[in-house]
T-cell receptor, first 116, second 117 residues
C-alpha cells in the first residue's frame, strides 16, 4: 500500500518569506502525488498534482512541488508567503485498489501559520 | 458551476443515537466518495461509489455505518448507533468517472462536523 509522511505538523513563516512543506512518500511503483489545501470551514482544494510527467509541478497561487525519486520526496514550496496562505496542507498519494480503481491516501497534514 | 453540497453542516448527538448525512455531487460526476476526518488527521476514505455501485468500502465500519447512492446521484451516509470515536468531519467528494489507472480530480464539499456526546 502507498503512504505519505508529512514531516512537520506545524510550520510558521513571516509574510514575504519562503515556504517549505515537506513530504516523503512510500510506493512500490511510480506514484501519482498531490497537494491539497484546506482553509477553515472550507472544502479541500487541489493545489497541484504529479502524474509522471515533468518532475517540477506548478500549481495555483504560486505554489510548486518537485518530485525527487532518489529522495522519495515531494516537497511543496512557495517563494513568498501571503497571509491568505495560512491553512492546513495535505500531501496525498494515489493508491490502486484491487479493482484497479484509484483511491487517495492522505498524510496527517501540516498547518501553515503566516505572521505579519 | 455549483460545487458539492452537504447537509447538515453541524450535528450534535448523544452516543447510541443514529445520524444521517446527505451529499449532492457536482452534476455529471459519476464517482462519489465519503471520507472521515478526525481532528488532527488527514481524511480517510470510507466508501467510494461509481454511479450507484460500490467500488471500495474496505474501511467502512459496516456494523454501524451504511451508505447508499440510489439513482447514482445523491448519497446518504448513516451511523447507527453512534460512538464517541465517531466524532469527526465527514467529507463528501465527487469526480468524473474513474477508469482503470485513470485519476480525475476530486472536488470536496464543506463537510459535516459531527460531535458525539
Amino acid at each position: 500500500a502507498q503512504s505519505v509522511t508529512q514531516l512537520d505538523s506545524h510550520v510558521s513563516v513571516s509574510e514575504g518569506t519562503p515556504v517549505l512543506l515537506r513530504c516523503n512518500y512510500s510506493s512500490s511503483y511510480s506514484p501519482s502525488l498531490f497537494w491539497y489545501v484546506q482553509h477553515p470551514n472550507k472544502g479541500l482544494q487541489l493545489l497541484l498534482k504529479y502524474t509522471s510527467a515533468a518532475t517540477l509541478v506548478k500549481g495555483i497561487n504560486g505554489f510548486e512541488a518537485e518530485f525527487k525519486k532518489s529522495e522519495t520526496s515531494f516537497h511543496l514550496t512557495k517563494p513568498s508567503a501571503h497571509m491568505s496562505d495560512a491553512a492546513e496542507y495535505f500531501c496525498v498519494v494515489s493508491d490502486e485498489l484491487n479493482t484497479g480503481f484509484q483511491k487517495l491516501v492522505f498524510g496527517t497534514g501540516t498547518r501553515l501559520l503566516v505572521s505579519p | 458551476e455549483a460545487g458539492v453540497a452537504q447537509s447538515p453542516r453541524y450535528k450534535i448527538i448523544e452516543k447510541r443515537q443514529s445520524v444521517a448525512f446527505w451529499c449532492n455531487p457536482i452534476s455529471g460526476h459519476a464517482t462519489l466518495y465519503w471520507y472521515q476526518q478526525i481532528l488532527g488527521q488527514g481524511p480517510k476514505l470510507l466508501i467510494q461509489f461509481q454511479n450507484n455501485g460500490v467500488v471500495d468500502d474496505s474501511q467502512l465500519p459496516k456494523d454501524r455505518f451504511s451508505a447508499e447512492r440510489l439513482k447514482g446521484v445523491d448519497s446518504t451516509l448513516k451511523i447507527q448507533p453512534a460512538k464517541l470515536e465517531d466524532s469527526a468531519v465527514y467529507l463528501c467528494a465527487s469526480s468524473l468517472e474513474m477508469g482503470l489507472g485513470v485519476y480525475n480530480e476530486q472536488f470536496f464539499g464543506p463537510g459535516t462536523r459531527l460531535t458525539v456526546l
